[in-house]
């Protein structure tokens, strides 16, 4: 936070912190084999090079162009239904991974649920987040492979890995918003003689929304990203021409693709900041 | 937002045309949007009953219970495991010394435009400012539009098959958005104690020393740490195209129907990220 900076120059880590840091960086250093001579010494750099060389001109010709477009089509619309499915995952799992909906805060002041019911509730809780954590630490290209295993080849199941993964991001992240608004709003609801679920829809909701929108756009500029890479499991768009391209060595075209890939990710990321300006 | 009656101030702004107009143009092209992309994704529910789909889920279910305990198997995944870490920890770390140069550069209030450059003429600016900047933004916008794995793929190519391939391709594509977001971050910081200390005959070096950093510190470790939880999940990705970690076991797992195998190592995978999450919360729950 922009705080007006009182002396307060990067208060000093305890030195056991540092000396971790430092190991841990010694110790990835050594089991990932970095090897800077190996990039940036004449064979390494030469090996780019021709890399490089080889990818250059791209592939303009109208097969191609055809080819990268479609592409670029598909992975834009993998990226959209993944991330509304997303959104249907996630908004009602997060209503249970709230606690101030469930079984405390200021809507259970005064009647708070009887001790069974309050059990029953923390349980749900409990069982709504580890739902969550369940979808969102298996990545996107995991629930591919499933996905596919599943329902076969096609874009598909790349909407279905991102619908899911995403749903358990947003779903976190939809029940912190949750917990987080403002309770003035609420008590004066209440005061006035609210339900809990008039509460919720007329006091939590309004609040919370525009919070879902920005980081539903967020997420879908990470979607958008992603989509690009299931192609490389079978599932659909740029990733799986890419895929195609690099195993048959049509260099040319694969920086055709490239190229689509980077408009396409330029323009969701211009497209979701336009839209959070406009609506947020 | 709620737009009640009381709200729009209707007498001194007459609700300009865009602001009216947009919700229906909006509503519009998204359900068009929708509809054309329904078709494009080719969602079809149905496909999750017809033909070997639910057999395919059952055989997938019963294959993956009891996971796969064995203490050889876990023996051989250790490596796999640990090496995850290590690349997400290498990555992120060529990644900060990708992004903080950057995006140093890519901070227009500190090359080109505001307090520090009042006295620099015009000229000046352009060369030595604007053009950086200009050159720092195009590089990061490059760095991270192109997805890690398409780094990886071209990095195994230059220097081959394992974990370094997969460090480069993380510290390049989060390079660009540690660097994108870092300029972000000094963009929005308060230009009071910049001004404070140009008033009282700082250097340009010494404002952004006492100035700047202090302010910006607590964000830009917040967000490195953020990344580093990504980069945990993205170097277990990139082992899918070679480039080691856990993601090639669960892929060659995947591809003999070990399924047993699969849920022990996506079960490693939870266990990592909770322990990354955890780790990354507390320092940043010290920072804040």
């Known amino acids: ?280 | 937002m709620a737009r009640g009656p009381s709200a729009a101030p209707v007498d001194r702004f007459p609700a300009s045309p865009s602001r009216s107009v947009f919700p229906y143009v909006f509503g519009a092209v998204l359900l068009a949007s929708v509809v054309f992309s329904l078709r494009e994704a080719q969602v079809d529910p149905r496909r999750f009953v017809e033909g070997e789909a639910l057999a395919n889920v059952a055989r997938f279910v019963r294959g993956a219970f009891p996971p796969k305990l064995s203490r050889d198997f876990l023996g051989l995944m250790a490596r796999p495991a640990l090496e995850t870490i290590q690349i997400s920890v290498m990555g992120t770390a060529i990644a900060v010394l990708i992004g903080l140069p950057l995006g140093l550069l890519a901070t227009s209030s500190l090359t080109w435009r505001g307090i520090l450059h009042e006295r620099t003429s015009r000229s000046g600016r352009w060369t030595l400012g604007f053009v950086p900047y200009a050159l720092s933004r195009a590089t990061l916008s490059v760095l991270r539009s192109i997805p890690e794995y398409v780094w990886a793929f071209m990095f195994v190519r230059a220097v081959g098959l394992g974990p370094f391939p997969g460090v480069l391709a993380i510290g390049v594509a989060y390079g660009g958005m540690l660097g994108k977001v870092y300029s972000e971050i000094l963009e929005t910081m308060s230009p009071r104690p910049l001004e404070t200390l140009h008033a009282a005959g700082a250097g340009k070096p010494g404002v952004i020393l006492y100035g700047l950093v202090p302010q910006a510190l607590p964000n830009v470790v917040a967000y490195t740490l953020y990344r580093w939880e990504c980069a945990i999940r993205a170097s277990a990705i990139l082992g899918f195209v070679g480039a080691g970690g856990l993601g090639q076991q669960i892929e060659l797992s995947m591809r003999m129907f070990q399924f047993d195998e699969v849920l022990t190592l996506l079960a490693i995978l939870f266990a990592l990220v909770a322990g990354v999450d955890w780790i990354s919360g507390r320092i940043r729950a010290r920072l804040a």
């Open chain 1, 1 to 280: 936070m922009a705080r007006p900076a009182p002396a307060r120059p990067a208060r000093a880590f305890p030195l056991w912190a540092g000396a971790g840091f430092a190991a841990l960086l010694v110790w990835s250093w050594h089991g990932t084999g970095v090897d800077p001579a190996a990039l940036f010494g004449p064979e390494g750099l030469g090996q780019i090079a021709a890399y490089v060389r080889k990818l250059f001109p791209p592939d303009l010709s109208a097969h191609a162009l055809r080819d990268a477009a479609s592409g670029a089509v598909e992975t834009f619309a993998i990226s959209l239904i993944g991330s509304l499915l997303s959104v249907g995952i996630a908004a009602p799992l997060s209503l249970l991974a709230t606690r101030t909906l469930l079984y405390r805060g200021i809507l259970f002041e005064g009647r708070p649920p009887g001790p069974g019911a309050r059990a029953r509730r923390v349980a749900l809780y409990a069982a709504g987040k580890a739902t969550l954590r369940v979808l969102r630490t298996i990545p996107e290209i995991v629930w591919a492979l499933i996905f596919v295993f599943m329902v076969g080849l096609g874009p598909f199941p790349g909407v279905l890995a991102l619908g899911f993964h995403t749903g358990g991001v947003l779903g976190k992240l939809f029940g912190e918003v949750l917990e987080d608004v403002d309770p003035a709003p609420l008590e004066a609801l209440q005061a006035t003689g609210a339900t809990r679920f008039q509460v919720l829809v007329y006091g939590v909701l309004p609040q919370a929304l525009p919070q879902f929108v920005s980081y539903t756009l967020y997420r879908w500029e990470v979607n958008i990203r992603a989509a690009a890479m299931m192609g490389f499991v079978g599932a659909g768009g740029l990733g799986q021409r890419i895929h195609v391209a690099i195993s048959l060595f049509h260099e040319h075209q694969l920086l055709t693709l490239i190229l689509a890939i980077y408009l396409i990710v330029t323009l969701v990321d211009a497209l979701s900041a336009y839209l959070r300006a406009r609506l947020v």
